[in-house]
C-alpha cells in the first residue's frame, strides 16, 4: 500500500488568475463558450495553487511538462514535473467540480464524471471487455455503467496511456484493475470515492493500493 491525496473543489467560484502560467492565460482564451473558459482556468488554478504548495515554488512559476509513454513525444501525454520527477499528481474535473491526486513515487490518475441524465446506450458495449460482457447476466444500470467508465479512464491516466488504449482490453475487478491483454505497468489498482452529489470518483494506483487521504 501506499499513501496518496485526494484534492477535491469547486469551479464556480473565484479562482487565482495570478496563479496561471503565460501559456494557461493564452490557452483559455481560445475558449469560446464563457463557462469553459472559467472551468479551465479554475481548475488549473486549483491544481497549480497545490503544486506550488507542495513544491515550495509560486503557483505560475511551477514547470509543468507532458511526455507521451507511447511514443516519446513531448507535445501530448502525461503531465509531470521536471524538478520534481518522484511527485505524481493527476487533474480531473466534470461540471462543477474537480479532483487532484498528488502521490510519492507511485504514477496516480484520477477521474471524477457528473452522471449524465441521458443515457448512452452503446457505452456498454464501447467500454466493457469480453470478461466483464460474459460475467453479467445483463447490462449493468447506467450509474454503474458510468462507474466502470470513471474507473477505467483513471487507470489509464495513471498509467499515462489514456485513450489510445482501448477501455475493452481492461478488465476491472474487486481487487483493481489490470489489463486483458498487453502490459499496462503491471498491477494497477483503482479506488472508488464517494465525492457526494450525481458524481463519480476513482483514484487509480500504478504498482500499489493506494491509501487515500481525502482533502477539501
Known sequence: MAACELFLGRLDGAHDESALSDEERAKAERFRRPHEKNRYRSSRSFLRCLLGA?????????????????????????????????????????????????????????????VPDQVMPALWQMLASQRERTSVREIPDWDEQIALWVRKEALLKATGQGLAVDPRNVDVDAQGCYPSSGDLYGHVWVEDVQVGGDYRCSVAMVGSRPVISRLT
Open 54 to 114: 507542495k513544491t515550495n515554488a509560486a503557483p505560475h512559476e511551477v514547470e509543468i511538462a507532458v511526455k507521451c509513454v507511447s511514443c516519446g513525444s513531448d507535445e501530448h501525454g502525461k503531465p509531470y514535473l521536471p524538478s520534481f520527477p518522484d511527485l505524481s499528481f493527476n487533474l480531473s474535473h466534470s461540471e462543477n467540480r474537480v479532483a487532484v491526486v498528488v502521490a510519492e513515487g507511485h504514477q496516480v490518475g484520477v477521474d471524477i464524471e457528473a
